[in-house]
């Protein structure tokens, strides 16, 4: 797990803290079976309209040199929500870490967009939750929906380089949390569809008007 706390080649390349604002902060663990908590780490948001919002997360005090990215912060959340042998609390874990996040980058994105619509609030929030993992994607809009496309697995590459391999189901599920929450924080009835297979083609959609 210490090496995951090293720079690499993914992170965001330069991290100005000064244009930066911090919107969350997590505990890292040690990643092994005696779980411990190793590090403090705060998430960062910059950026504008024009150029983008990019989030990535740093350990308190340890600055570029320890930076991740938004698929390894969604693994190190997992594992810090993992309670052996309790499946419903690891979930509600999960999804309260993600829920806040989700909520957080929302929040900052649509107080940077005032006056925008709320579409156009979402889609620039999920380019930059989207933009965050380094994952090319395609949106595909066919009447009130938009169709979110990428043809790999978001946190894979993620856990191959950080070693946190076992939590990539758990990682899957917090993504999906936290993009919900953050399109529900920014119009309630906007509702997010999610594929049955995580290594489906079409990832989710934005549905812009919730059904009944």
């Not at 997992?78 to 996040?101: C, H, I, K, Q, Y």
Request: hydrophobic content about 40%; some cysteine; charged content about 25%.
């Amino acid at each position: 797990m210490a090496e995951s706390l090293k720079k690499n080649g993914n992170c965001v390349a330069n991290c100005s803290i000064s244009q930066a604002t911090v919107i969350y902060n997590y505990t890292v663990g040690s990643g092994d079976m005696y779980y411990e908590e190793v590090a403090e780490r705060n998430v960062f948001i910059r950026g504008d309209e024009e150029s983008g919002f990019h989030i990535w997360a740093e350990c308190v005090a340890g600055g570029k040199a320890t930076a991740v990215d938004l698929d390894e912060i969604l693994l190190e959340g997992a594992l810090a929500s993992e309670v052996r042998g309790r499946a419903l609390e690891t979930e509600r874990l999960a999804d309260n870490f993600a829920e806040r996040l989700g909520q957080s980058v929302a929040r900052h994105v649509s107080l940077s967009l005032s006056g925008k619509s709320n579409i156009h609030r979402a889609m620039l929030t999920l380019k930059c939750i989207l933009g965050s993992m380094h994952i090319p994607f395609t949106p595909e809009q066919i009447d009130d929906e938009i169709n979110y496309v990428f043809d790999q697995c978001p946190l894979c590459n993620a856990a191959e380089r950080s070693g946190i391999r076992t939590e990539v189901e758990l990682a899957h599920h917090e993504l999906g949390t936290l993009i919900s929450s953050a399109i529900g924080f920014i119009d309630p009835e906007f509702r997010v569809r999610f594929p049955s297979d995580r290594y489906a083609e079409h990832v989710f959609a934005i549905i812009k008007k919730a059904c009944p």
